[in-house]
C-alpha cells in the first residue's frame, strides 16, 4: 500500500471510531435514542475491519493510526463539538502525525 493511500485510509478508520464512541456517549447522556446503538456498533465493525487492510504489522499499524486519530479527533472537535482547536492542540497533531509518518513510511529492509 503506497503512502498515498495510507493516510486517507486511517482518516476513514479514525472517523469509524470516532463516530462508534460518539454515538453511545449521546444516547448515555440523554440526547439520543437507543437506536443510535446499531449505527455506532457497525461503525466500530468497521473500523476493526479497516485496521485489518494494512499490509504490515498489526502493532506498527496501531502505533501509526494513533497519531491520524490525534488529528481526526481534533477535527471532530471543531467542526461536530463547535470547538475550534488551540495552537496547543494543532501543535500536538502535528507531532503525531510527524510520529505516524515516521512509523509508516521509514525504510524496511
Known amino acids: 500500500m503506497g ?4 493516510v486517507p485510509l486511517f ?3 479514525a472517523l469509524a471510531e470516532i463516530l462508534g464512541c460518539y454515538l453511545p456517549m449521546l444516547w448515555l447522556a440523554n440526547r439520543a435514542p437507543a437506536w443510535v446503538l446499531l449505527p455506532a456498533a457497525a461503525a466500530l465493525a468497521l ?4 485496521l485489518t487492510l494494512h499490509p504490515t504489522a498489526a502493532g506498527r ?3 501509526a493510526y494513533g497519531g491520524v486519530y490525534v488529528a481526526t479527533a481534533l477535527l471532530w472537535l471543531w ?4 470547538v475550534r482547536p488551540t495552537p496547543w492542540d ?3 497533531a502535528a507531532v503525531a502525525l510527524a510520529g505516524m509518518a515516521i ?3 521509514a525504510p524496511r529492509t
Open 90 to 92: 494543532l501543535s500536538g
Open 79 to 82: 467542526l461536530v463539538d463547535g
Open 11 to 13: 482518516v476513514v478508520t
Open 103 to 105: 512509523i509508516m513510511f
Open 47 to 50: 473500523f476493526v475491519w479497516l
Open 61 to 63: 499499524v496501531y502505533a
Open 3 to 6: 503512502s498515498l493511500s495510507t
